[in-house]
């Protein structure tokens, strides 16, 4: 593929994206259910990701009073953003997607807000209106840990899996890799690609060798493509999924269009790479 070719192509993932949503404005709002609320955060995050890394992918160069810096491409923080983003498509998926009927995403849908409300519970609060909104989540927590106890879905789980859940273990026994392979990532390719991700994303040598060696605009720009590959995978499996998921966003959408088939073909090379 063209250089070009891939950069219309990642633009287009992001504003059929965009498209999308805005298509839904001031229209009777279809997120009524609480849980469906936040499926729209979870998309919002993963934009948010790719327009940053698109801003990226374009190369920056830093301007001070001492003078214009030589231009970068900052494939690191490309590489980092992009796992940000297939973690967060991973958990939309995980709840919203790949569950086998609606009650069972209702729960782990239920697991996950937990969790945010069990990690807050863990900083210290700073001031009085900290510690009353801690007070506050705290019978949150209560309130959701009885909730999930009365579902049909927690109560037929193994007593190991409801201790993960009402602990705050979202995913349960799930790793990344196990959500990645019910989303329809090939095992394989995902574990390559989502180790070289964490690689920057925690430092490791092999990362910071790359950074030192790579300084040529170029060879910079040739070491984003294989992140951008990844994300417009991500953008593509999104929004197919959104679609589907969010009531009458389907009526506003050209199947026909170069845009859909954009979608469809970063989509298929996901799930047969």
Request: one cysteine or more.
């Amino acid at each position: 593929m063209e250089p070009k070719d891939y950069d219309d192509q990642l633009d287009t993932l992001i504003s059929t994206f965009i498209k999308i949503g805005n298509s839904m404005a001031k229209k009777p709002n279809p997120l009524s259910d609480n849980s469906l609320l936040y499926s729209e955060g979870l998309g919002r995050k993963v934009l948010h990701h790719a327009i940053s890394i698109r801003h990226l992918y374009k190369g920056v160069r830093l301007i001070t009073n001492d003078g214009a810096f030589t231009p970068q491409i900052d494939f690191a923080s490309i590489c980092i953003l992009t796992r940000a983003a297939l973690e967060t498509y991973l958990a939309f998926n995980y709840i919203y997607i790949a569950p086998s009927n609606p009650k069972e995403s209702y729960c782990k849908f239920l697991f996950w807000d937990l969790s945010g409300y069990i990690e807050r519970s863990k900083y210290l609060p700073k001031s009085d209106d900290h510690q009353k909104l801690k007070d506050q989540e705290e019978q949150m927590i209560l309130k959701l840990t009885d909730e999930i106890k009365n579902e049909p879905y927690f109560q037929n789980l193994t007593s190991k899996m409801q201790r993960l859940a009402l602990n705050g273990k979202w995913r349960l026994d799930q790793t990344w890799s196990k959500l990645a392979v019910k989303s329809g990532f090939s095992e394989t390719f995902f574990n390559q690609q989502y180790s070289f991700l964490c690689g920057y994303a925690h430092s490791g040598r092999v990362s910071v060798m790359q950074i030192m060696v790579t300084k040529e605009l170029e060879k910079q720009w040739e070491m984003a493509q294989a992140s951008i590959g990844v994300l417009m995978v991500v953008l593509a499996k999104t929004t197919y999924d959104y679609v589907n998921l969010i009531p009458g966003i389907k009526s506003h959408i050209d199947t026909s269009s170069e845009e859909c088939n954009v979608i469809t073909r970063w989509k298929t090379i996901g799930e047969n790479l």
